[in-house]
């Protein structure tokens, strides 16, 4: 009986690794979420530990895509240690845990399995092993800053898996190249994201789509251009609805938050920011995932929205958005227009004082009304309104007087 479950279970990863590049990835990892228990059966206690490594191998897109990285990378470290002799099914495995662990942010740990990958494949003369080790170690160069290291494997890795006729991963190369061009500013990057992204749409390909959407929402952003960014984006989080990939949609939203706060709406950033760490949480990814500047930006985006929040309202944002702690929750919540305009509108973000001003900003006064009004100097009464004007991220004192009539918010609270 378990024989026939995992047999059933690995023929079915098998056949989604195949097709992945597709129309049927959402219902296909659907199956095996609705399948997990038994799979995990069929890996705890199968006798064979060949076809456990197997099984585990082929289930990388359920542990990577379909949430489940923490327990991938368990099955596949006991499927490794009970397996340790030198066959193609652990170099398969070994790959998996690559990618598991560069996922997580596990950089030693991944470069242990990538030296024996490496090893392995020279040992079994095995061109397919050889060149997928060669691409991840690209990755793993990339994550510590190697970019241009990054991109020489990856050009490497895609003409020795197209020549082993190995088409299916030798388009995944050409996608982390598009990318990795991309984050690294080369001008390169749109033609190459462009074709890419044709290609995947050809295909009805919605996961490695939305990859290339990122990617190049991210060189827009680098370039200047905040509102391409926030398209780009929002297209990629659509392409990734139905999917329960957390790393991917937290990588998202914090590209989302970035390109927010570089148009000033602090509050709506930091909401991303924390639904974004509840789904890297989640997964226990660490700071060193996807590379040194991710940590940079984010340091940066919310140094940023503590400045303007203050440390307060800036706790209150991440506490909202980190009760959207599912890929679906936060996607919803992300391409939601209310929810912005309700997270630039939060009343927390502005002091007592600052909620007076802006009622009387509301009724028309001038900022010389305002000071009279209050008791202020006139200085004071403008130095209120810019910080009301840089909080909510609005560009004009009618902005700050329609969110007043429409939130009622009242001047004491």
């Known amino acids: 009986m378990l024989l026939r479950c995992g047999d059933f279970l690995r023929a079915l990863a098998e056949r989604i690794d195949r097709d992945w590049y597709g129309p049927g990835q959402v ?35 359920h542990w990577c895509v379909g949430g489940f990285l923490g327990e991938g990378r368990r099955q596949l470290e006991r499927a490794l240690a009970a397996a340790p002799e030198p ?15 560069l996922t997580q942010g596990e950089l030693e740990t991944a470069e242990r399995w990538l030296a024996e990958a490496e090893a392995l494949g020279e040992e079994l003369a095995d061109p397919v092993l050889s060149a997928q080790a060669s691409g991840f170690r690209g990755t793993s160069v990339y994550y510590r800053g190697g970019t241009e290291e990054a991109l020489r494997r990856y050009e490497v890795a895609r003409a020795d898996l197209t020549a082993s ?60 251009d905040r509102d391409a960014a926030k398209a780009l984006v929002r297209s990629a989080l659509e392409s990734m609805r139905g999917f329960d990939d957390h790393t991917m ?13 570089s148009g000033n709406n602090h509050g709506w950033a930091a909401r ?33 929205a503590v400045n303007v929040l203050g440390m307060a309202a800036f706790r209150q ?51 010389r009304q305002i000071a009279s009004t209050l008791k202020l100097s006139p200085r004071t009464a403008d130095r209120h309104v810019q910080n009301i004007l840089r909080k909510l991220g609005f560009g004009s004192r009618a902005r700050i007087a329609s969110w007043w009539s429409r939130t009622q918010v009242p001047a004491e609270q």
Not at 87 to 101: D, K, Q
């Open 317 to 367: 944002a991440l506490a909202e958005g980190a009760r959207y702690d599912s890929p679906g929750r936060a996607i919803e919540y992300a391409l939601d227009p209310a929810h912005e305009f309700a997270s630039a509108a939060g009343p927390g973000m502005l002091t007592r004082r600052e909620r007076e001003v802006a009622a009387l900003v509301a009724q028309g006064m001038s900022n």
């Open 165 to 224: 006729g190995e088409g299916r991963q030798a388009t995944s190369w050409l996608l982390a190249l598009a990318c990795v061009r991309a984050y690294a500013g080369d001008p390169r990057a749109v033609e190459t994201g462009e074709r890419v992204i044709a290609d995947l749409e050809a295909r009805g390909e919605r996961w490695a789509r939305a990859q290339a959407l990122m990617a190049l929402g991210y060189h827009a952003w680098e370039g200047g």
């Open 249 to 261: 949609v937290a990588r998202m939203l914090e590209l989302l938050a970035w390109s927010t706060a």
């Open 272 to 304: 991303l920011l924390g639904a974004a760490d509840a789904l890297w949480k989640h997964e226990g990814v660490g700071g060193s995932a996807f590379g040194p500047r991710r940590f940079e930006h984010h340091a940066r985006c919310r140094k940023a």
């Open 27 to 61: 219902e296909a990892l659907t199956r095996l979420r609705v399948e997990h228990t038994n799979l995990l059966v069929a890996l705890d206690h199968g006798g064979d530990p060949q076809a456990r490594l197997s099984l585990a191998a082929a289930l990388v897109l």
């Open 87 to 101: 066959t193609p099914a652990r170099g398969r495995a070994l790959i998996a845990a690559v990618r598991v662990t």
